[in-house]
């Protein structure tokens, strides 16, 4: 069965730090990753995705992620974090029928001034 | 583009009672979803729709229905609502077929259940 994991529910950061939130993955076959970012009482907005290709991929506003299929890991990261960026975060990877996600249970960033 | 939009956006319902929830995309998307959001527990899949007149369950379907009423609408009813239902639900859509399938989603309806 496909799974994914987020290890942390929370990460505190220092606006100006880099950023990383933690994801693995487990899968049979190619795995479709992506990373979403909740905003309070918003819904969710897609970020990033990897597909094939480049182990390192680039989204909207200045996030990244590095696909490691080693170590079945795909972790958000940013080089220096904003105050705005504080929100929840999920990785997600496409299920096998019609187009599903399926989710990880979410971590929560929090960057202070 | 409206994008994906949800109605109502809060509802309190006393158990037992019934209620539809809808949902509508403007980006031609073939696929639909719904979700359930509860803390702690990320989303979890209810129904989607793959494709116009066909629907399928999710992770956590009991105590739901669904109506793809058309490729622009995806209704969610709850027959006879039930506290454990108290939840933050979600539509999504998505291009499915596509690889690059990423969801777009809706601003959510946060269901209250007494």
């Known amino acids: 069965a496909q799974s994914v994991a987020q290890p942390e529910d929370q990460v505190n950061v220092a606006e100006g730090n880099p950023l990383t939130v933690k994801c693995t993955y487990s899968?049979?076959?190619?795995?479709?990753l992506f990373w979403y970012v909740q905003y309070p009482n918003r819904g969710l907005q897609f970020l990033l995705k990897?597909?094939?290709?480049?182990?390192l991929v680039k989204g909207s506003y200045g996030f990244e992620a590095e696909f490691n299929k080693s170590q079945t890991s795909f972790h958000l990261k940013k080089p220096s974090a904003l105050v705005s960026d504080s929100a929840l975060y999920f990785c997600?990877?496409?299920?096998?029928?019609?187009?599903?996600?399926?989710f990880g249970q979410g971590t929560e960033l929090s960057v202070k001034p | 583009n409206a994008g994906v939009t949800q109605t109502p956006k809060f509802q309190v319902l006393k158990t037992g009672q019934s209620m539809t929830l809808q949902c509508a995309q403007d980006?031609?998307?073939?696929?639909m979803y719904w979700y359930r959001q509860d803390p702690g527990m990320g989303l979890r899949l209810i129904y989607y729709?793959?494709?116009?007149?066909?629907?399928d369950k999710g992770e956590v379907p009991n105590g739901y229905n669904v109506s793809r009423l058309n490729k622009r609408e995806f209704s969610l009813r709850l027959e006879s609502a039930a506290p454990s239902q108290t939840s933050v639900y979600f539509c999504?859509?998505?291009?499915?077929?596509?690889?690059?399938?990423?969801?777009?989603f809706g601003p959510g309806t946060r269901l209250t259940v007494l």
């Open positions: 997600a990877v496409r299920g096998y029928q019609g187009g599903k996600l399926i």
């Open positions: 729709s793959a494709s116009e007149g066909t629907t």
């Open positions: 980006m031609n998307h073939n696929s």
């Open positions: 990897y597909i094939t290709g480049d182990n």
């Open positions: 999504a859509s998505s291009d499915w077929g596509a690889v690059y399938n990423e969801q777009f």
């Open positions: 899968v049979s076959g190619n795995p479709y």
